[in-house]
């Protein structure tokens, strides 16, 4: 029997990105960025604007870069401290780029082959995707390796990609003889906001790239479309079940109820408690006001970060230097194990 190899003994830590590919939704709220401040409180905390995942798909340069300040502007209105953690774009740490590769290199194709993500992004037409949209997971995995990432919390859509990262440090550390070199990342996705659905179709994720704006909840969302938006979400004629168990088959009932728990911090259960054999017309508006009540704190927070982009890109520079510091010195043992001349 083969010997079980070392496992990493470096610090933990927590590691993230948001793409800057449009508005932010409530997904992304209750399913990342909500997680990612409450862990910058007991974690050492590395958090990105991934723009080099943006551009797999078309974006408009006169565009990207305050894309990437909006994104910015939204993990400091959520309460990120960026003297605490760090906070930076992903082009400007030049790491990745080169980790990727070397990692296109460990990779098997079978493995990036089985992205259900790539399918689905990529549509009908695989054909005319981008190389960069199938690689992106890769890239992904350098992201997270590059600073030895330990923890991820993501959504629960990415929960394969961070499978596919644990292969790739698992496979590097075995080809390159350097047992426990990389850790092999977790997924942090518990909880009830790890997959938010559309409010137009229960069983499709809410997603920034779906062409109806009636699907999502945008994070810069006013009162009045908010109350709009859940007033025309897709419900059914039966009131709120007495149990979770109710909630089966009915996909978009379930949504709705798990945004109420994720935004109140209760569970699925207290909110069919307090809803039981009510209609839509009473659930509706007081979801609406939760989730208005929830965001219009945040909205106002970024509109005034980003009535300031000067200290937008200053505590995006500071956080680049910082993440170069730790990635550098990761990239030149990644260079010496694979035997580069000059490592
Ligand atoms: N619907 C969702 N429910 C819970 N979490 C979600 N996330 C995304 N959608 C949901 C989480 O948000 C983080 C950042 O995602 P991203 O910027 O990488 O974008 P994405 O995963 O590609 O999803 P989007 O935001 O909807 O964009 P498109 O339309 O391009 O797919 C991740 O942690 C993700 O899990």
């Known amino acids: 029997m083969s010997e079980k190899p070392p496992s990493y003994s470096g610090p933990s830590r927590v590691f993230s990105g948001i793409q800057p590919s449009g508005a932010l939704h409530l997904g992304n709220y209750l399913g990342a960025l909500k997680k990612f401040v409450a862990l910058q409180e007991d974690h050492d905390c590395i958090y990105c604007v991934v723009d080099l995942h943006a551009i797999t798909q078309p974006q408009d340069p006169a565009l990207l870069a305050d894309q990437t300040r909006e994104i910015a502007a939204a993990f400091l209105a959520c309460g990120l401290h960026p003297k605490n953690s760090i906070l930076y774009a992903q082009s400007s740490v030049r790491a990745h780029t080169e980790l990727a590769w070397y990692f296109n290199c460990v990779a098997r194709m079978g493995w990036v082959e089985r992205m259900t993500q790539f399918k689905d992004k990529s549509g009908k037409d695989a054909e005319r995707a981008s190389v960069g949209l199938f690689d992106y997971p890769v890239l992904q995995a350098a992201d997270i390796l590059v600073y030895k990432g330990t923890h991820v919390p993501v959504g629960e859509d990415q929960k394969q990609h961070l499978e596919l ?44 790239s779906d062409p109806s704006d009636l ?123 694979i035997g580069f001349h000059g490592a």
């Open 215 to 337: 699907s999502r909840i945008n994070l810069i969302d006013d009162e009045e479309t908010i109350h709009r938006k859940f007033k025309k979400a897709r419900t059914d004629q039966h009131p709120i079940p007495v149990d979770v168990d109710g909630l089966e088959a009915r996909p978009e009932v379930n949504n709705l109820v798990g945004i109420y728990a994720a935004l109140a911090g209760v569970s699925k259960a207290a909110v069919l408690t307090e809803f039981e054999g009510k209609g839509f017309g009473v659930f509706k508006p007081a979801l609406a006001e939760l989730a208005a009540a929830h965001l219009a704190p945040i909205t106002e927070n970024m509109r005034r970060y980003l009535s300031d982009k000067a200290e937008i890109d200053r505590i995006l520079q500071e956080g680049s230097e910082r993440a170069k510091a730790i990635a550098e010195p990761v990239l030149a043992d990644v260079r010496k194990l």
């Open 165 to 208: 990262s644990r292969d790739i440090a698992d496979k590097f550390n075995r080809d390159f003889n350097a047992p426990g070199f990389f850790p092999l990342p977790e997924p942090l996705i518990e909880g009830p906001g790890a997959r938010i659905m559309s409010l137009k179709d229960g069983t499709k994720k809410m997603s920034k």
